[in-house]
Structure formats: C-alpha cells, structure tokens
C-alpha cells in the first residue's frame, strides 16, 4: 500500500530554495492531527537520515546539518507535511522521504533533490 505521496524535489543551484510536500494517505485526521511527522533523506550510498520532525503540537527539531536552513510544517486539513529548503548545499543531494517519526509505515518513493551549478 502506497502511505506518502512526496512532491517538490528538482535540481537547483547552491543557495537555491525548494519546498517539499508530503501527502500522507490512508490515515483518518484522528490518527494524523495527533502525530509525529517527520522528513528523512538518503544520499547515494549512505544510510537514511532522519532530517526534521513535528510534533502533533508543531514543536519542531532539526539536524544540526540542516539547522537555521530547513523548516518543517504541516496542514492538518490536508493531511500533508512540507520542507522549506534554503541556502541549500550540494551535500543536501539526497532522495527525500517522510514518514511517522514513532511508527513508521512502508517507505513511499520519495522525491529527488539534486543541488549542483
């Protein structure tokens, strides 16, 4: 079963912007509004790294990579999660992915963010 539908990712220059989007599926608002929801990526070969996390509260926290650049934000109405992307690097070129920070779900396709001049 396909859970996210993840959106937003391109090339782009360094210090270039993107917004990721994340429509997280099959889930009623009871169980997504409470929820912790968080953003991962994995860059050719290395591990999937957890990169930002919101809470049902919309507390956020960040990898100390992405800190001051990134941000994480949700809709509850939409059900969908997003990734403001800044001052982007070329060490941010990764697949992005989310999913539940607490309980996660099979992993969708992600979106590919490839950042090079």
């Known amino acids: 079963q396909v859970h996210f539908r993840e959106s937003g990712g391109g090339l782009v220059q360094p210090g270039g912007s993107l917004r990721l989007s994340c429509a997280v599926l099959r889930k009623i608002t009871s169980v997504f509004n409470p929820a912790t929801w968080a953003w991962y990526r994995q860059a050719p070969g290395q591990q999937r790294e957890l990169v930002a996390s919101?809470?049902?509260?919309?507390?956020?926290d960040y990898s100390d990579s992405v800190k001051g650049r990134f941000s994480i934000s949700r809709d509850n109405a939409r059900k969908s999660i997003y990734l403001q992307m800044n001052s982007l690097k070329p060490e941010d070129t990764a697949v992005y992915y989310c999913?539940?920070?607490?309980?996660?779900?099979?992993w969708g396709q992600g979106t590919q963010v490839t950042v090079s001049s």
């Open positions: 919101i809470t049902g509260g919309r507390s956020t």
């Open positions: 999913n539940s920070l607490t309980d996660p779900l099979d």
